[in-house]
Every structure is written in structure tokens, then in C-alpha cells.
């Protein structure tokens, strides 16, 4: 979808899915449809003000999204680790964040051994501890860091 | 189009193993909203590896249960005496 075919109707069918799907991996079932409801709301609020020069619509709605569960856990004054997750995955440069760069990840992560390439996905993505991934693959935790670590390097190269 | 990494802002530099960090974190969690399929194909992979790991804990409640049933282990059903 480009900037300019935007339209509410459009955004509604492209997105919907994947805000509700997002929404769904975070917060209960119920409360996810009243939030996806309110995150459509702000995105049409919002959108004659967004610029495709500094951001895609995909990664803008996102954000709009990622913020509204943020505050869903901040209004609720909910202590989870979670909403630390996710407030600790802000980044500086998220405006240039593309589709695209997915794309990249997954590339690289399919060059890693596989042993490093299933590190880096539980510990990133599916949020489990580097002692609990040691503890379940039969290793030690030092060993586990170094590879983790040789994970990390190799990556860093490939992406640079 | 401009690589994510090159529009860190770092120009040549890589960024450092902790903006890494950073930038995986945020790179899954907009996975989970963008479902990119190449890499939620690696992500599905990589949990039934782990799921199929037996824990510490596992191992010990198999090993307290003594020698697994003869029959399990060649394929046949432990309720299966032959009627």
C-alpha cells in the first residue's frame, strides 16, 4: 500500500489482522478487540498527519500499536515483565524501520548454525533466559554464553 | 532502499553488541505484528526444537520411573496384549 491509496477502508483490510494478531500476543482476548478498536481510532486520527518520507505505513501503524499496549500495561499499573520487554525494544531509529529489514534478519539467521540460530531466537523472540536455554540444550551456562556471543558477532557482521 | 543497519546512523561503524541487542528486541517484536513468513518459518523451527528438549527435570522424573515399558519401545500399545 503506498501513501497515496490511503484510505481508512484500505488500512482496515490490510491491517486489521495484523494489529489484532499483535494485540492478541500481548494482552487477553477479550480486552484485545477493544484495544485493536482503539488503536484504529488513532490511526485515523492520525493519519493526515503521517509523512512516507519518515516512516512506512506499515512500521507507523506498528508503532501506534506498540504504544497502545504500552499504555494498556501503564494505565493498569500491571508490573510485568512484558511491558518492560517491550518499552526496552525502543530504539532510536525505528522511523526507518522497514519490512524489508525482516527480510535481512531472517537471512542472516538462516546463515547461522543452527544450534546459534535457535539461541537467538528464544532468547530474543521468545523471551527465555540464557540459563533456561543452557539448562534445556544439556549445557553449561558459560558455554552457552559464548556461543551466544559468537551468535551475536556473527551477525553484527553479516548485518553491518 | 536504504539497509535498516546503513540507516542506523552509524555510517560505516557497526553498531556495538548492545545496540544489537537493541535492535533484535525490536526486530521480533515487529515480527510479531509484520509475520514475515521467512522468518516465522526459522521462529516455529526453533521453538519445536526446544519444546522437543526434555528438561533436567524430566529426565529425572523418567528416571525414577524405572526402565520404560518393553512394548512402548518397539512400537506397540502398553494396553495391546495381543486380543
Keep these: 500500500m503506498t501513501a497515496s491509496d490511503l484510505s481508512m477502508e484500505g488500512i482496515y483490510r490490510e491491517f486489521y489482522p495484523k494489529i489484532l494478531r499483535y494485540i492478541r500476543s500481548r ?8 484495544l485493536c478498536s482503539a488503536v484504529l481510532l488513532k490511526i485515523q486520527k492520525g493519519l493526515a498527519g503521517f509523512d512516507p518520507r519518515k516512516a512506512s505505513l506499515s512500521t507507523w501503524i506498528f508503532t501506534i500499536t506498540r504504544n497502545a499496549v504500552t499504555d494498556y500495561f501503564r494505565t493498569r499499573r500491571v508490573e510485568e515483565e512484558l511491558s518492560e520487554e517491550i518499552a526496552a525494544a525502543e530504539d532510536p531509529a525505528e522511523g526507518l524501520m522497514e519490512e524489508e529489514a525482516l527480510e535481512e534478519l531472517a537471512a542472516a539467521l538462516e546463515k547461522l548454525p543452527t544450534r546459534e540460530c535457535d539461541i537467538i531466537i528464544l532468547h530474543y523472540y521468545t523471551g527465555i533466559s540464557l540459563k533456561e536455554i ?4 544439556g549445557m553449561s551456562y558459560s558455554n552457552l554464553k559464548l556461543i551466544h556471543g559468537k551468535a551475536l558477532s556473527r551477525l553484527r557482521q553479516w548485518l553491518s | 532502499m536504504t539497509s535498516w543497519w546503513k540507516a542506523w546512523g552509524t555510517g560505516t561503524t557497526p553498531p556495538p553488541l548492545n545496540s544489537l541487542e537493541k535492535r533484535l528486541a525490536f526486530l521480533f517484536e515487529f515480527q510479531r505484528f ?8 526459522l521462529i516455529a523451527g526453533a521453538e519445536a526444537r526446544f519444546s522437543a528438549l526434555l528438561t533436567d527435570d524430566d529426565l529425572e522424573q523418567v528416571s525414577a520411573a524405572g526402565q520404560p515399558d518393553e ?8 494396553d495391546d496384549d495381543g486380543v
Excluded: F, H, T, V
Excluded at chain 1, 543452557?134 to 540444550?137: D, F, Q, V
Excluded at chain 2, 509484520?34 to 518459518?41: G, K
Design chain 2, 34 to 41: 509484520a509475520q514475515n513468513r521467512r522468518l516465522a518459518a
Design chain 1, 27 to 34: 494482552i487477553s482476548r477479550q480486552e484485545a478487540e477493544d
Design chain 2, 71 to 78: 512394548r512402548i519401545l518397539k512400537g506397540e500399545r502398553p
Design chain 1, 134 to 137: 543452557a539448562a534445556r540444550m
